[in-house]
């Protein structure tokens, strides 16, 4: 289980949990993809799945189940796909949405347990510790402070998909670092994450599938970033209102100064990153 230790003056928290020290891929043993299809029993039993097919059985789509090895409780994990190594740069819009409509169904699901979170780390430099595509969603009990960004005002945008825009806030911690949220012109802008209509969810999908292959060329196109393998985060904050999806390329480190500061660098200003993003 999770233990919440919190520093002597009580404003920030850490978990602890030995236990993911041995999860799989880190435990030495011999590896198998326990997200593959025909390895459904290496998985605690499924929550939900998109697709056909008898459950904890080949012919999903897209696979629910609890984390095998919990950072909060709950914890689940969702598996993009059956492919291995197909992610949302390769995805149809409808699997795209699909994926989308599996984090409102979880969110929906859980958010009465406390504060949801909705993230997805891809490659091993983001710290994603399988490299099978999917994405988690933790619970944080209320009385747990946590320091997720309020929303950033719009600037510097990137995009525009229906209601959705992409853009590269002023106060960006990371180089090319992009977020998406709804147009504050438009007449859905206090709607809410678990509130999207059809067409609002495949606008979305568009976008974010647009935003992540823009940033996969950006790190092609670098010399220095492309020295090592594409990776980044991204994570949705759903809120009541004025939700967003912040996504993270991991094309730098964090450093000395970073971690002894709180003060992170940034080399590449937010105005420069929107306008190359825009040119692909």
């Not at 609890?66 to 492919?83: G, K, M, Q, R, Y």
């Amino acid at each position: 289980m999770p233990n919440y230790i919190s520093d002597f003056s009580k404003t920030h928290f850490m978990v602890s949990n030995p236990a993911r020290v041995t999860r799989t891929g880190m435990d030495g043993k011999p590896f198998r993809c326990p997200f593959c299809p025909g390895n459904e029993s290496d998985t605690p039993p499924e929550v939900c799945r998109v697709g056909e097919g008898e459950a904890n059985k080949p012919g999903w789509k897209i696979r629910v189940f609890a984390n095998l090895f919990p950072i909060t409780e709950p914890h689940e994990v969702i598996v993009h796909s059956p492919d291995h190594e197909k992610n949302i740069e390769d995805f149809s819009i409808d699997h795209m949405s699909d994926l989308i409509k599996t984090y409102i169904a979880r969110y929906n699901a859980l958010k009465e347990k406390g504060k949801v979170f909705i993230f997805h780390n891809y490659g091993l430099i983001s710290g994603a510790s399988l490299v099978h595509p999917h994405s988690q969603i933790t619970i944080i009990p209320q009385e747990i402070p946590t320091r997720t960004l309020p929303i950033q005002p719009v600037i510097n945008t990137v995009e525009q998909v229906g209601e959705f825009i992409s853009y590269c806030p002023e106060y960006s911690e990371w180089g090319f670092e992009t977020w998406i949220t709804i147009d504050q012109k438009s007449n859905i802008k206090d709607q809410r994450f678990d509130q999207m209509e059809e067409k609002q969810i495949q606008d979305l999908a568009k976008i974010l599938q647009s935003t992540i292959q823009k940033l996969k060329k950006i790190h092609g196109s670098n010399p220095h970033y492309s020295k090592k393998p594409f990776g980044y985060n991204y994570y949705i904050s759903p809120g009541e209102k004025n939700w967003y999806l912040r996504i993270i390329p991991r094309f730098m480190e964090r450093a000395g100064f970073e971690l002894s500061t709180g003060i992170m660098v940034n080399s590449v200003e937010a105005s420069r990153a929107s306008e190359e993003l825009k040119k692909i």
